[in-house]
């Protein structure tokens, strides 16, 4: 694959600073440093590579861990000198087993929401795996499917009346009830946000005419 980099405006040590993103969460996975050559790489083999300021050399991301993080996009700044790096990881970023590297708060307020219903997701299952006693969760894996069900038939239809009494407020609390519970079914069933995104994706992908395996 022939690519033209001419437009990445590498500093003066030949270097341009790589952000990498999780493509499924949009979390921030780490900040790293790309020279031309880990950059033609990181495009010819779909893996990141880097350069090591430190040790003056190339590395490949997760070659010894295992931890490798599959390209599947890059973009530059409007001035070119910084690039943003979607992945999909095969296993923690951060060389402390972190999911990121950014964990440590220098400044906390409020918690942003970009990844809530990622952080509800691992909620439910570490209440699958781990039961705690007085856990509404606990208590739906416990009761099973048929209750998690009619749960969810229920809210559907509470979401149908908020909607009809135009009460906007009814109907966020409703929906976010639906979205809770669904997420419980999904969990019993295996099936994964990812996999959801994936065939949304596929959806509007055949919409606009794009062929998408």
């Given at each position: 694959m022939e690519v033209n980099i001419e437009q990445i405006s590498f500093d003066h040590n030949g270097l341009v600073p790589a952000i990498v993103q999780d493509s499924n969460s949009g979390k921030i996975l780490t900040l790293a440093y790309m020279n031309e050559t880990s950059l033609m790489k990181t495009i010819q083999t779909k893996e990141t590579w880097f350069f090591s300021r430190k040790?003056?050399?190339?590395?490949?991301?997760?070659?010894?861990?295992?931890?490798?993080?599959?390209?599947?996009?890059?973009?530059?700044?409007?001035?070119?000198?910084?690039?943003?790096?979607?992945?999909?990881?095969?296993g923690p970023a951060c060389h402390t087993g972190n999911e990121s590297c950014f964990y440590q708060y220098l400044y906390?307020?409020?918690?942003?929401?970009?990844?809530?219903?990622?952080?509800?997701?691992?909620?439910?299952?570490?209440?699958?795996?781990?039961?705690?006693?007085?856990?509404?969760?606990?208590?739906?894996?416990?009761?099973?499917?048929?209750?998690?069900?009619?749960?969810?038939?229920?809210?559907?239809?509470?979401v149908i009346i908020g909607a009809k009494n135009s009460d906007t407020n009814e109907l966020i609390w409703e929906i976010s009830d639906l979205i809770y519970h669904t997420l419980i079914v999904m969990e019993m069933q295996n099936v994964t946000v990812n996999d959801i995104k994936n065939e949304l994706f596929k959806r509007h992908m055949q919409k606009e005419g794009i062929h998408c395996e």
């Open positions: 040790r003056q050399q190339l590395w490949n991301k997760g070659e010894t861990s295992g931890n490798k993080q599959l390209v599947q996009r890059i973009t530059y700044d409007c001035d070119g000198d910084a690039l943003l790096i979607q992945v999909r990881p095969l906390k307020e409020d918690a942003p929401t970009f990844d809530m219903l990622d952080q509800l997701v691992t909620t439910i299952k570490q209440r699958r795996q781990e039961p705690v006693e007085g856990s509404y969760t606990t208590y739906l894996f416990n009761e099973g499917i048929d209750k998690v069900l009619k749960k969810v038939g229920e809210e559907a239809s509470e």
